[in-house]
């Protein structure tokens, strides 16, 4: 795992200021390779690495790396998982180079120059965002992975075009614009995260995942999609499996060859355990196919209602792995708090990015390359959203649209905290079914999007946050939010899935992995992301992947292979933390010098007397942190933008700084 940055001057430049801007940009990368750097420049061209040594750890897998033949360099942050395979496949075709060493950045420029990028790209299964330069077609192409586990960032300047995987190197670049966009702040307003391709920074962008962008000069830069999720759904679609017996089987081999291939290192590696389905099933695994016990790490809290430690280790003694759980205390997260804006770039309102930061510090004290689960949520089901939403729906469409808009103020106006108490899960009087946490939350999301037309737009205004917030980004779209962008989905079930498969994985769950992996020098790796398992994932029709109204049925039934049900079968808890208690207690005098009304209007981002509205619901409480939570982090990020990010947060009995 690596990072890569880059520079096509449009202007005269000498090879030294070439050289003294593209390692001013790596060198805000070290945490992503703190084991070696390195710098190549052709004419106007620098390519700029620093890397975190995993395959090869000898001088022959160095980079910038250029081909035998000098026609191609690369800087590439990632793996190409069967690159072994490539390697024997050139070797059968006779295109076999004289092999300098034994990494799969080698073999992948092989296969760039023995087939064409396209070729070869299609052929690689792995995680990738890497840069080649063509020096012969003077081109160079920025390649991102299928399902965009790992990031890539570019834009054309005044000067010229740049190009890292984390924003932080291109606003070391002094020509780098950095206007912020309204349109990516009403869309992250309204859902916890910047959707590619844009960037918090107007005419900055995401290399979209799954694309190739092609830069045939510092100004004429086009992309071209080399794999499409969308035709992946319409195929699966057209060829469904019938017999669940079969597609268990079937899973399991893939599955099984995925983890295989994401064992391989030249380094220690172990596992992330929440003791949830999916990093059990990981874990499970890996663990059959290792010769000692695996690695697992779990981050515990004292919060019972957040803490899945205690059956995590449950797995960990019926499987016999080496296990080490650490039990977080408030003090450790909010610790992490100043050093969030700087470890994710934009602002980005997923608060388990803190235990998940936590968990990844925690595991590179003993491995250096960690697996984890990602991704069974999104392909098979997993999210009780998907089923409340689909019933929350079919109710709605029984109520007049003309009588929704009143009945949706009538329940808004009723304060947070009466909903709380009315079914709080101390309420005796309810039946149990029926009481729940963080009530108003539910209730009030879900009378905002009862005003939707239609099913789609229902679904994201139930996931979403804010909406008409931000002064001057009415409007505000992503093509995926396109009808005509969309396949064509009869399940209302599918339709969601497919959205957090484009959107919320790779712009949420994947970022927040990443950074806060790499904020450790550790590196990530999601073998359900293997695009074999993804494309078979939608070859299982739903009642596979569903029954009796809960998700991950086959990927229950897989794990049950290995681990008893007993020790995983319970109600899903996510990975969070108690933002809601902390804002009412020690992060209180923090997020009202943030939210201050004097401030918000002076700033001119947000409808002050919204974000005040909701704050005091709050304070009274309302629960409204995941709202306030987009807010705060917009804020930090935007003091840390005007070089005002250090201020401390301090509690009653501790102050907490940056460990970072």
């Known amino acids: 795992m690596c990072g890569i940055a880059g520079i096509w001057s449009g202007r005269p430049a000498t090879r030294e200021q070439l050289a003294a801007a593209a390692e001013a940009m790596a060198a805000r990368l070290q945490h992503r390779g703190p084991d070696d750097s390195g710098l190549a420049i052709s004419g106007s061209v620098a390519l700029a690495f620093r890397r975190l040594s995993i395959i090869d750890l000898s001088p022959a897998g160095h980079q910038p790396m250029s081909s035998l033949s000098g026609r191609y360099t690369i800087v590439f942050n990632g793996e190409v998982y069967n690159f072994e395979q490539i390697r024997a496949e050139l070797t059968a075709e006779g295109k076999a180079p004289r092999w300098r060493g034994h990494s799969d950045t080698e073999v992948l420029l092989a296969a760039i120059e023995a087939w064409g990028l396209v070729s070869a790209v299609r052929r690689f299964n792995g995680m990738f965002a890497f840069a080649v330069w063509d ?25 010229g075009f740049v190009f890292a995987s984390e924003l932080k190197a291109l606003t070391a670049h002094e020509d780098l614009p950095r206007d912020i966009s309204r349109t990516a702040l009403a869309l992250y307003t309204r859902f916890g995260y ?39 759904v319409e195929r699966g679609v057209a060829n469904r499996v019938s017999d669940p017996g079969a597609a268990l089987e079937e899973l399991h081999a893939i599955a099984l060859d995925s983890v295989r291939l994401r064992m391989i290192a030249d380094v220690p590696l172990g596992v992330f355990l929440s003791g949830g389905i999916d990093s059990s099933l990981v874990t499970s695994l890996m663990q059959v196919q290792s010769a000692s016990p695996v690695r697992t790490f779990t981050i515990g809290f004292a919060e019972g209602e957040y803490d899945e430690a205690k059956y995590a280790a449950a797995i960990a003694r019926h499987l016999g792995t080496d296990h080490t759980e650490l039990y977080v205390t408030p003090e450790d997260a909010l610790a992490l708090i100043p050093a969030l804006p700087e470890m994710y770039d934009e602002p980005f309102a997923d608060s388990s990015q803190m235990p998940t930061f936590l968990v990844s510090r925690l595991a590179r004290q003993s ?174 029709p739903l009642s596979i992947k569903m029954e009796n109204g809960r998700g991950k049925a086959i990927l229950r039934k897989l794990l049950a292979k290995y681990v008893p049900p007993a020790l995983f079968e319970r109600r899903k808890q996510g990975f969070g933390i108690p933002i809601d208690h902390w804002l009412r207690g020690p992060l209180r005098d923090w997020a009202e010098s943030l939210l201050d009304e004097r401030r918000l209007r002076a700033d001119g981002y947000f409808r002050a007397e919204a974000v005040r509205a909701k704050w005091r619901e709050h304070l009274g409480g309302g629960e409204w942190q995941h709202h306030l939570w987009a807010i705060l982090m917009f804020q930090a990020w935007l003091d840390r933008e005007r070089g005002a990010g250090d201020a401390q947060i301090s509690g009653d009995r501790f102050i907490m700084r940056s460990p970072i």
């Open 367 to 540: 491995v250096t390359v960690s697996l984890s689960g990602d991704g069974g949520d999104e392909f098979y089901a997993g999210y009780d959203r998907y089923t409340v939403t689909r019933a929350l729906w079919n109710r709605i469409g029984r109520i007049p649209s003309a009588a929704r808009p009143a009945l949706s103020a009538a329940l808004r106006a009723v304060p947070g905290s009466l909903w709380n108490r009315a079914f709080s899960p101390a309420n005796g009087f309810l039946p149990r079914r029926l009481r729940r946490t963080r009530a108003a939350e539910r209730i009030h999301h879900f009378a905002k999007a009862m005003r939707a037309d239609d099913p789609d737009r229902f679904y994201l205004d139930v996931v979403g946050f804010w909406s008409d917030l931000v002064l001057g980004g009415g409007g505000a779209t992503m093509p995926l939010l396109e009808p005509e962008a969309r396949p064509s989905l009869d399940d209302f079930i599918e339709r969601s899935m497919y959205f957090d498969q484009m959107s919320y994985l790779p712009d949420d769950i994947l970022v927040k992995v990443d950074r806060a992996s790499m904020a450790t020098s550790l590196e990530s790796r999601e073998p359900l992301l293997d695009h074999r398992l993804v494309e078979y994932s939608w070859r299982l």
């Open 194 to 232: 910047v959707p590619a391709p844009y960037t918090i920074y107007e005419n900055v962008l995401k290399v979209m995942p799954g694309t190739i962008v092609t830069a045939r000069s510092p100004q004429h830069v086009t992309a071209q999609p080399y794999w499409s999720l969308r035709e992946v």
């Open 135 to 159: 020096a012969r077609d003077h081109e160079l192409h920025l390649v991102r992975d299928r399902l965009g586990v790992k990031p890539l960032h570019y834009a054309r300047t005044p000067g």
